[in-house]
Protein backbone atom coordinates (compact mmCIF):
# COMPACT_ATOMS: atom_id res chain seq x y z
CA UNK A 1 0.00 0.00 0.00
CA UNK A 2 1.23 3.09 -1.01
CA UNK A 3 0.90 6.56 0.81
CA UNK A 4 -1.62 7.78 -1.61
CA UNK A 5 -3.93 4.49 -1.10
CA UNK A 6 -3.75 4.96 2.35
CA UNK A 7 -5.00 8.65 2.46
CA UNK A 8 -7.68 6.83 -0.22
CA UNK A 9 -8.94 4.36 2.53
CA UNK A 10 -8.95 6.88 5.41
CA UNK A 11 -10.90 9.11 3.42
CA UNK A 12 -13.47 6.18 2.22
CA UNK A 13 -13.82 5.18 5.72
CA UNK A 14 -14.17 8.13 7.51
CA UNK A 15 -15.73 10.31 4.81
CA UNK A 16 -13.67 13.04 4.92
CA UNK A 17 -12.10 14.58 1.85
CA UNK A 18 -8.92 13.41 0.49
CA UNK A 19 -6.92 16.48 1.54
CA UNK A 20 -8.44 16.36 4.93
CA UNK A 21 -7.10 12.81 4.83
CA UNK A 22 -3.94 13.76 3.81
CA UNK A 23 -3.47 16.23 6.26
CA UNK A 24 -4.25 13.37 9.04
CA UNK A 25 -1.59 10.69 7.20
CA UNK A 26 0.93 13.32 7.40
CA UNK A 27 0.06 14.18 10.74
CA UNK A 28 0.39 10.39 12.33
CA UNK A 29 3.86 10.04 10.20
CA UNK A 30 5.32 13.37 10.80
CA UNK A 31 4.42 12.60 14.63
CA UNK A 32 6.08 9.32 14.71
CA UNK A 33 9.09 11.01 13.04
CA UNK A 34 9.24 13.57 15.52
CA UNK A 35 8.90 11.39 18.63
CA UNK A 36 11.73 9.11 17.05
CA UNK A 37 14.35 11.86 16.69
CA UNK A 38 13.72 12.83 20.24
CA UNK A 39 14.81 9.07 21.20
CA UNK A 40 10.99 8.06 22.29
CA UNK A 41 9.38 4.74 21.73
CA UNK A 42 6.08 4.63 20.22
CA UNK A 43 3.44 1.84 20.98
CA UNK A 44 0.61 1.68 19.31
CA UNK A 45 -1.18 -1.29 21.22
CA UNK A 46 -1.93 -4.41 18.97
CA UNK A 47 -0.51 -2.72 15.95
CA UNK A 48 3.43 -3.08 17.09
CA UNK A 49 6.29 -0.39 18.33
CA UNK A 50 8.47 2.01 17.06
CA UNK A 51 12.04 2.53 18.72
CA UNK A 52 15.45 3.55 17.90
CA UNK A 53 18.52 1.06 17.44
CA UNK A 54 21.94 2.32 17.28
CA UNK A 55 24.17 0.21 14.95
CA UNK A 56 28.15 0.26 15.52
CA UNK A 57 30.47 1.28 14.09
CA UNK A 58 32.19 -1.44 11.76
CA UNK A 59 34.41 -1.84 8.71
CA UNK A 60 32.96 -1.62 5.19
CA UNK A 61 34.16 -1.94 2.32
CA UNK A 62 33.60 0.19 -1.27
CA UNK A 63 31.96 -1.67 -3.70
CA UNK A 64 33.93 0.01 -6.56
CA UNK A 65 37.14 0.33 -5.41
CA UNK A 66 36.72 -3.13 -2.29
CA UNK A 67 38.96 -0.17 -0.28
CA UNK A 68 37.58 -1.00 2.96
CA UNK A 69 36.04 2.13 4.94
CA UNK A 70 35.42 2.87 8.40
CA UNK A 71 31.76 2.99 8.56
CA UNK A 72 30.43 5.29 11.17
CA UNK A 73 28.04 4.36 13.88
CA UNK A 74 23.92 5.40 13.38
CA UNK A 75 20.58 5.11 14.42
CA UNK A 76 18.11 3.18 12.62
CA UNK A 77 14.66 3.01 13.39
CA UNK A 78 12.84 -0.32 14.04
CA UNK A 79 9.54 -1.64 13.91
CA UNK A 80 8.21 -4.84 15.78
CA UNK A 81 4.79 -5.64 15.26
CA UNK A 82 2.81 -6.50 18.50
CA UNK A 83 1.45 -10.31 19.54
CA UNK A 84 -2.36 -9.29 17.85
CA UNK A 85 -0.91 -7.87 14.86
CA UNK A 86 0.94 -11.24 14.00
CA UNK A 87 -2.30 -13.16 15.44
CA UNK A 88 -4.33 -11.53 13.20
CA UNK A 89 -1.91 -11.43 9.87
CA UNK A 90 -1.11 -15.63 10.95
CA UNK A 91 -5.41 -16.41 11.25
CA UNK A 92 -6.00 -14.32 7.90
CA UNK A 93 -3.34 -15.85 6.01
CA UNK A 94 -4.56 -19.63 7.24
CA UNK A 95 -8.19 -18.96 5.84
CA UNK A 96 -7.35 -17.22 2.75
CA UNK A 97 -5.55 -18.20 -0.22
CA UNK A 98 -2.53 -15.54 -0.59
CA UNK A 99 -3.02 -13.02 -3.23
CA UNK A 100 -0.42 -12.49 -5.72
CA UNK A 101 -0.34 -8.71 -6.70
CA UNK A 102 -1.00 -8.34 -10.65
CA UNK A 103 2.65 -6.58 -11.65
CA UNK A 104 2.14 -3.25 -13.56
CA UNK A 105 4.60 -2.27 -16.11
CA UNK A 106 7.27 0.30 -15.86
CA UNK A 107 6.88 3.38 -17.83
CA UNK A 108 9.46 4.65 -19.35
CA UNK A 109 11.48 7.95 -18.99
CA UNK A 110 10.81 10.28 -22.33
CA UNK A 111 14.24 10.47 -24.22
CA UNK A 112 15.86 7.68 -22.56
CA UNK A 113 14.24 4.57 -22.73
CA UNK A 114 15.04 3.30 -19.05
CA UNK A 115 12.07 2.61 -17.06
CA UNK A 116 10.52 5.04 -14.61
CA UNK A 117 9.60 3.60 -11.13
Known amino acids: MTKAELVEEVSRVSDLTKKHSEVIVDTVFKSIITALHRGEKIELRGFGSFRL ?30 KEL ?22 PVPGTGLPQY
Not at 57 to 78: A, E, I, L, S
Not at 88 to 106: D, Y
Open 86 to 107: KELINRASESTPPVTPTPTPAT
Open 53 to 82: RQREPRKGRNPKTGDKVDVPPKKVPYFKPG
